[in-house]
């Protein structure tokens, strides 16, 4: 009797965080495990597209805390924000995370137009497939965790403190985490000297978790799909050889699939990466011409099945491409 | 060339299929027929999907072909009707409702590739044609038309003379199930490879071409197929760099403009006043679109900006993101305006408080030491060492003050032999060995460094060590 009063009223306590995409609902989760997380868009989802439904408003009426990816990515989300009717999550206001604040951004165009198709004015908003990108979003939620919930600040620190050097020892390896500190080892991967740091001081065989994983993909020529991954190639070197769309949104033309299947053939491309949300069709006509391995990897958590977490969802890429 | 083959011939058979029920569409005023026939083979495609089918599986292409017949079995069906409704206000309908269906099977499939593949369905790409596809396509088409060119009588009795066939006594209903079934058939495998906008481009506009200039069936059919091959070959032979079915479509507009002017010319009572008339429309036009092409040319860049892209209001200031410069000289131009151990992260400005970005922090207090040269600048860094909470960065630092002769760096380093991280440890260990030379106390690498014997070992000297300016940053 006690324990389901003190349950409804602990549920009834709790915070409601809604977050546009599955990745922040992940992260969320850790951040604040006593919360009612929930993510609007689904992994098989397309981000960009999303048609909001009543459900989705009411979700995010009830919302304590909204968290979004922003830089041009749901370009839902205003509309939602706008017919939810709830103050407090407003983009400006104590309740609203654009969760990729201060994460550097890639491709920012110098000038816009719709002539390259649907170029994002912003940069490309796909940041989250580089982990250390993460640490920063976890940062990110936590802030906004605390401005909602300030008794709890501290608690929402402490889980994302224990979550990036989760992301840490996944990215680095426990061990050389231990050794070097994750706080040196992500300066030095963000300034891409992380490579070069470790064989000058003969640590490189000490280097574990993804990227020493992913090794293997460091100068590997890949095709993808759409011009969502900058952050992982930066990451992980993989080469690029070509997108099968040639500016997104736009039929690729006969010019483009033959200056790809040239590129393929010259550079020995044997994979063609698609996002689990775009049509595989184009890219098996490809893969049938040159014998390249057509393979699907998820656009986000839940974008596959074995991608339940981020560290699955990231552990999917790596093999997907390996 | 060779890339043209497959793609002219695709467009071939299909000029030649829907040349043919072109004529016979336009005749009977379904002009959206094709739409609704390629959307409820959609649907067919979507229920395969849903039931667990891959898209282009035999049992997917069984399904299609079977909602495709059973709405050719309605739409003839529906022409009982005609008196009180049209038939095309059904066709809509028909289209309408499967749209509609079609993602709702998506939606409750929660399929991963859920919108894409029934976009695809109605979305083919004709460069992307291949030999597969071809021969799939020909083979349908053809024994459709085997089976029109053996009763091409009777299918024109029906749809050109319908009165005249019931009188006949002939089967109406049955010829009409016939047609539309034969029809969704062809369908179905044509809007696969060049996707549904070029099909009813196909379908109608060669037709309405050969209506307008020539008469009796057999001359409009030439016609129509004339036109349609002609648009075809100068389209895909122009689109290489560009999206072939738009530009094929763009083409027919143009030729059944021309096709226009032709036929007003020539039905007009005066001919010289009617061509002032056209000459000055397309004056008009052509002026206009000059304007239209000149005007936001003067202010390139800001007209474009604003007006493709109004920022959008969920954004907080854009100046929030890092700019993609590398780490290292953001950091600079950092130091430059924050030359202690300052955050040089960016604030957020009336947005949401300011969040923490432990990375790009420490990076820029590193950076900004590595660039202290002024005696103000480093008489700062002795300061911010003592607060520095990054132990990676403090070794940095110390090794400049010991650069620059500041005994504050000798004492960080003796503090860091004994840091919690194993790698800082070495690091200054190693660069207390390079100072101390033969007076290195012995190493023991269980213990790592002795940071007793260091610390006797700094108590005797004054000052910084001899070599600390050929000290290398680490």
């Known amino acids: 009797m ?31 495990p006593s919360a009612n997380v929930v993510s609007l868009a689904r992994g098989t989802d397309d981000p960009h597209f999303l048609s909001p439904t009543p459900a989705l408003m009411a979700q995010v009426a009830k919302a304590d805390l909204f968290v979004e990816n922003g830089l041009g990515l749901e370009l839902w989300s205003e509309r939602l924000l706008d017919s939810a009717g709830n103050p407090q999550v407003r983009p400006g206001q104590n309740g609203y995370v654009k969760a990729t604040t201060g994460v550097p951004v890639l491709e920012v165009p110098a000038d816009v137009s719709r002539a390259r198709g649907d170029l994002h004015a912003e940069g490309n908003p796909h940041v989250w497939t580089d982990p250390l990108n993460m640490k920063i979003v976890a940062d990110n939620i936590a802030t906004g965790l605390g401005r909602v919930d300030p008794s709890n600040a501290a608690v929402y620190t402490q889980n994302a403190a224990a979550y990036k050097k989760k992301i840490d020892e996944a990215l680095f390896g426990a061990d050389l985490v231990g050794y070097m500190g994750g706080d040196l080892l992500s300066r030095l991967a963000a300034a891409g000297t992380l490579d070069t740091t470790l064989a000058k001081k003969r640590l490189t065989a000490r280097l574990g978790g993804w990227l020493a994983k992913g090794a293997p993909l460091k100068g590997k020529p890949v095709v993808f799909y759409h011009q969502s991954w900058p952050y992982f190639i930066a990451r992980f070197g993989v080469k690029v050889v070509g997108y099968v769309e040639d500016r997104p949104g736009i039929p690729p033309t006969a010019a483009h699939r033959d200056q790809l299947l040239g590129l393929m053939s010259a550079q020995g491309a044997s994979v063609i990466a698609v996002t689990n949300y775009n049509n595989d069709r184009v890219p ?22 074995g991608a339940t977490d981020y560290f699955s969802f990231i552990d999917g890429i790596i093999a997907a491409l390996l | 060339m060779s890339w043209m083959l497959l793609p002219v011939l695709a467009c071939a058979v299909i000029v030649l299929t829907l040349g043919w029920f072109g004529l016979h569409v336009l005749q009977r005023g379904v002009i959206f027929v094709d739409l609704a026939l390629a959307q409820i083979a959609a649907l067919g495609t979507t229920w395969a999907v849903f ?55 998506i939606h409750f499939a929660e399929d991963a590739h859920g919108g894409e593949k029934l976009e695809h369905l109605l979305v083919g790409n004709i460069v992307w044609v291949q030999f597969t596809d071809l021969a799939l396509l020909t083979a349908t088409c053809g024994a459709v038309g085997l089976l029109h060119l053996a009763f091409r009588e009777r299918f024109l009795q029906i749809s050109f003379r319908p009165a005249e066939a019931r009188a006949e006594g002939r089967r109406v209903g049955l010829w009409d199930v016939l047609f539309y079934a034969s029809f ?57 760099t560009h999206p072939t079915g738009p530009v094929i479509v763009v ?16 039905e007009s009572p005066s001919p010289g006043r009617a061509a002032g008339q056209v000459l000055l429309a397309a004056a008009t036009m052509v002026g206009g679109l000059w304007l239209s092409y000149e005007l936001p040319a003067e202010h390139d860049g800001h007209g474009h900006e604003t007006h493709d892209h ?46 923490a970005t432990a990375l790009p922090d420490a990076a820029a207090r590193e950076a900004a030491a590595r660039a202290a040269t002024t005696p103000e600048e480093l008489t700062l860094l002795s300061e911010s060492i003592l607060t520095e909470q990054d132990s990676s960065v403090r070794l940095v630092m110390a090794v400049i003050l010991l650069r620059a002769g500041h005994r504050r760096g000798l ?64």
């Open chain 1, 2 to 32: 006690i324990l389901t009063f003190w349950f409804l009223f602990s549920r009834a306590l709790a915070l409601d965080v809604v977050c546009t995409l599955p990745y922040l609902a992940d992260t969320a989760k850790r951040v604040a």
């Open chain 1, 284 to 305: 098996r006509l490809l893969g049938e011409a040159t014998g390249a391995k057509v393979v699907t990897v998820p656009g986000d958590v839940g974008g596959v099945s």
């Open chain 2, 51 to 105: 039931l667990g089918h891959e898209p282009d599986s035999p049992a997917a292409f069984v399904l299609a072909l079977a909602f495709t017949l059973a709405g050719a079995t309605a739409f003839a069906a529906a022409r009982v009707f005609d008196r009180q409704v049209p038939q095309e206000a059904l066709i809509g309908i028909a289209y309408a409702v499967s749209a509609a269906a079609g993602i709702l099977m």
């Open chain 2, 184 to 240: 969704g058939t062809a369908l179905t495998s044509i809007v696969s490879v060049s996707g549904v906008i070029l099909v009813f481009s196909y379908l109608v506009i060669p037709a309405v071409i050969a209506r307008l200039h020539v008469d009796g069936v057999v001359g409009r059919l030439v016609a129509a197929w004339l036109v349609g091959l002609g648009v075809s070959v100068a389209g895909v032979a122009v689109s290489y």
């Open chain 2, 251 to 266: 083409f027919f507009g143009i030729a059944l403009l021309v096709a226009l002017i032709i036929a007003f010319l020539r």
């Open chain 2, 310 to 355: 109004p920022a959008p209001l969920n954004q907080p200031d854009p100046g929030l993101t890092v700019s993609p410069t590398p780490p290292g000289t953001a950091a600079a131009a950092d130091a430059a305006e924050a030359p202690s151990g300052t955050s040089a992260a960016p604030e957020a400005g009336g947005a949401p408080p300011g969040t």
């Open chain 2, 411 to 474: 004492d960080a380093l003796l503090t860091l032999v004994r840091d919690d991280l194993p790698f800082v440890r070495m690091e200054a260990d190693a660069l207390l060995r390079k100072l101390a030379g033969r007076r290195a106390p012995t190493w023991d690498p269980l213990a790592g460094p002795d940071t007793g014997a260091w610390a006797a070992w700094a108590e005797t000297i004054e000052g910084v060590p001899i070599g600390a300016r050929e000290l290398e940053v680490p």
